[in-house]
């Protein structure tokens, strides 16, 4: 299986080492060379140097043979917007797209495209971390 991440910060080099692991071809695109450290000295995928918006940069980190792709770049706009290329563009059947405005995030999964928003999972973690502390019966609503 091949993968393309597209952002190695955090979240996007954690992805990539994971997909790796679990035995996937992985391309990662970041438009700082430095990244690539993140992915450490045994990383053996590939690298490309780029904004994930460019299409030759999306083209030699090989979108064109990627089975899901993982977009986590530090914009919400920019990840929306690879999200929707790598779709529509290159018919990538999974392609998983980190949003942190909830509102933003709910409006394009409601339009077919796969978010992930860590905001709201981090306000429901800690309501529930909340609510089982003071021993409050029930779920805490935003």
């Given at each position: 299986?091949?993968?393309?991440?597209?952002?190695?910060?955090?979240?996007?080099?954690?992805?990539?080492?994971?997909?790796?692991?679990?035995?996937?071809?992985?391309?990662?695109?970041?438009?700082?060379?430095?990244?690539?450290?993140?992915?450490?000295?045994?990383?053996?995928?590939?690298?490309?140097v780029g904004h994930g918006m460019d299409v030759n940069v999306l083209e030699r980190a090989r979108v064109a043979d990627a089975d899901a792709a993982v977009v986590a770049t530090n914009g919400d706009n920019t990840n929306l917007v690879i999200g929707q290329v790598l779709e529509k563009r290159y018919e990538i059947p999974c392609v998983v797209v980190r949003v942190l405005d909830p509102a933003r995030a709910d409006f394009y999964a409601r339009r077919g495209l796969r978010t992930v928003c860590p905001t709201e999972t981090a306000i429901a973690a800690l309501l529930d971390t909340v609510s089982e502390t003071v021993g409050v019966s029930g779920p805490v609503a935003p």
């Amino acid at each position: 299986m091949n993968a393309v991440v597209i952002g190695c910060g955090r979240v996007g080099s954690a992805v990539a080492k994971g997909l790796q692991a679990a035995g996937w071809d992985v391309s990662v695109v970041d438009e700082n060379e430095d990244a690539l450290t993140r992915l450490g000295p045994s990383w053996s995928g590939g690298f490309v140097v780029g904004h994930g918006m460019d299409v030759n940069v999306l083209e030699r980190a090989r979108v064109a043979d990627a089975d899901a792709a993982v977009v986590a770049t530090n914009g919400d706009n920019t990840n929306l917007v690879i999200g929707q290329v790598l779709e529509k563009r290159y018919e990538i059947p999974c392609v998983v797209v980190r949003v942190l405005d909830p509102a933003r995030a709910d409006f394009y999964a409601r339009r077919g495209l796969r978010t992930v928003c860590p905001t709201e999972t981090a306000i429901a973690a800690l309501l529930d971390t909340v609510s089982e502390t003071v021993g409050v019966s029930g779920p805490v609503a935003p």
